[in-house]
């Protein structure tokens, strides 16, 4: 079902130019002008959960571009500033400028799920990438499993960490599909392989100066942390990197007083936290795939085609969990020794 093979390596290639741009014309939530749109194409919106972190502006760049190359002309993106009622407003903002389609990536899963509703009711299909929504009206959800992300970071705990270590847990949003599928499968996998291990979670519902406030109370109180481990790399990497400096606690992988750190995304941030020394592994996100085929989705969504349940042509496998269809595209774990893989999006974008 992929219907973009072949621009792939140039999308990538041109997409650093675009990603500064899309993070400041992103900036605009809600009713900002047409000034994304092209002539000539059927006219889609992208509406964005929030743009303050180089994932999401990466995604939305990829996404925007993704859609100029299928012929699409894309409204400006919106960004809600993790505000579900005002990413609501978004998606009728995008739909009354002429959107024939929707892009969302959801703040909320559920919180989302009436205005998807809604919005497919009067005939325009919405496809979410990189989160999913929790409704059986959307086209389909196209990401990486949380589940298989949550449980590679736990299994990298093998050998890393003492058996009575003490791990903090910074978790994203849970009312997301996301942020709770990290999470929980993180927490049962320890619980199950790691008896005599205690996880300490705080969520920081993906907010950056949220998740650096935490950091900085539970490690500057004088509990003793072997892991800080993180549902975001991203969004709280360069915070927790910064507080541990802060507090005297930020030393090499392989020296005495290191603090395992693991994260999840695959930022430029982590990368080099990983070359550093500093950050033990992270869980890469298919960033680039998963905007491929959100797009490529949509252009079949509105050329009347269907989603099946099953294996699929790039790679990765569509589940139906009662009636809503998710295409879940795999990860990549990277350590010191595939840091430098272009397949990994921090990497290229």
Same mark, same amino acid.
């Given at each position: 079902?992929?219907?973009?093979?072949?621009?792939?390596?140039?999308?990538?290639?041109? =997409?650093?130019?675009?990603?500064?741009?899309?993070? $400041?014309?992103?900036?605009?939530?809600?009713?900002? &002008?047409?000034?994304?749109?092209? @002539?000539?194409?059927?006219?889609?919106?992208?509406?964005?959960?929030?743009?303050?972190?180089?994932?999401?502006?990466?995604?939305?760049?990829?996404?925007?571009?993704?859609? %100029?190359?299928?012929?699409?002309?894309?409204?400006?993106?919106?960004?809600?500033?993790?505000?579900?009622?005002?990413?609501?407003?978004?998606?009728?903002?995008?739909?009354?400028?002429?959107?024939?389609?929707?892009? *969302?990536?959801?703040?909320?899963?559920?919180?989302?799920?009436?205005?998807?509703?809604?919005?497919?009711?009067?005939?325009?299909?919405?496809?979410?990438?990189?989160?999913?929504?929790?409704?059986? %009206?959307?086209?389909?959800?196209?990401?990486?499993?949380?589940?298989?992300?949550?449980?590679?970071?736990?299994?990298? *705990?093998?050998?890393?960490?003492?058996?009575?270590?003490?791990?903090?847990?910074?978790? &994203?949003?849970?009312?997301?599909?996301?942020?709770?599928?990290?999470?929980?499968?993180?927490?049962?996998?320890?619980?199950?392989?790691?008896?005599?291990? =205690?996880?300490?979670?705080? @969520?920081?519902?993906?907010?950056?100066?949220? #998740?650096?406030?935490?950091?900085?109370?539970?490690?500057?109180?004088?509990?003793?942390?072997?892991?800080?481990?993180?549902?975001?790399?991203?969004?709280?990497?360069?915070?927790?990197?910064?507080? $541990? %400096?802060? *507090?005297?606690?930020?030393?090499?992988?392989?020296?005495?007083? /290191?603090?395992?750190? #693991?994260?999840?995304?695959?930022?430029?941030?982590?990368?080099?936290?990983?070359?550093?020394?500093?950050?033990?592994?992270?869980?890469?996100?298919?960033?680039?795939?998963?905007?491929?085929?959100?797009?490529?989705?949509? %252009?079949?969504?509105?050329?009347?085609? =269907?989603?099946?349940?099953?294996?699929?042509? /790039?790679?990765? @496998?569509?589940?139906?969990? &009662? &009636?809503?269809? =998710?295409?879940?595209?795999?990860?990549?774990?990277?350590?010191?020794?595939?840091?430098?893989?272009?397949?990994?999006?921090?990497?290229?974008?």
């Amino acid at each position: 079902m992929s219907f973009l093979p072949s621009r792939r390596r140039a999308t990538v290639l041109a =997409t650093a130019a675009i990603v500064a741009t899309a993070a $400041l014309t992103g900036c605009a939530a809600g009713g900002g &002008g047409d000034a994304g749109t092209e @002539e000539g194409g059927t006219v889609i919106g992208i509406a964005n959960a929030f743009l303050g972190n180089s994932f999401n502006q990466a995604a939305v760049a990829l996404l925007t571009q993704y859609s %100029k190359d299928a012929g699409f002309a894309p409204l400006e993106p919106t960004n809600a500033d993790g505000d579900s009622s005002q990413q609501i407003s978004d998606v009728q903002s995008l739909i009354s400028r002429g959107a024939k389609g929707i892009l *969302l990536t959801p703040n909320d899963s559920d919180a989302l799920a009436g205005v998807v509703d809604s919005t497919v009711s009067q005939g325009i299909p919405v496809v979410t990438p990189n989160i999913g929504v929790n409704t059986d %009206k959307v086209f389909v959800n196209v990401r990486p499993s949380g589940i298989e992300m949550g449980t590679l970071q736990c299994e990298a *705990l093998e050998g890393n960490i003492p058996d009575d270590a003490q791990i903090f847990y910074v978790a &994203g949003f849970l009312s997301d599909s996301t942020g709770r599928e990290r999470w929980e499968s993180f927490n049962d996998c320890v619980s199950k392989n790691f008896p005599g291990v =205690t996880v300490t979670m705080k @969520e920081a519902k993906w907010d950056p100066v949220e #998740s650096t406030t935490i950091i900085e109370t539970a490690f500057g109180s004088g509990q003793q942390y072997d892991a800080l481990v993180l549902a975001s790399d991203s969004v709280y990497g360069p915070g927790a990197l910064s507080t $541990l %400096k802060k *507090l005297n606690l930020l030393f090499p992988v392989g020296e005495d007083g /290191h603090i395992y750190l #693991s994260g999840i995304d695959g930022s430029p941030e982590g990368l080099q936290a990983i070359r550093d020394g500093y950050m033990d592994n992270l869980v890469a996100q298919p960033l680039v795939q998963q905007c491929e085929q959100a797009v490529a989705y949509l %252009k079949l969504a509105l050329e009347g085609g =269907t989603v099946e349940a099953g294996p699929t042509d /790039h790679d990765s @496998e569509i589940i139906d969990d &009662g &009636g809503v269809l =998710t295409d879940f595209i795999p990860a990549l774990f990277v350590t010191i020794d595939n840091v430098d893989d272009e397949a990994i999006w921090g990497n290229t974008v």
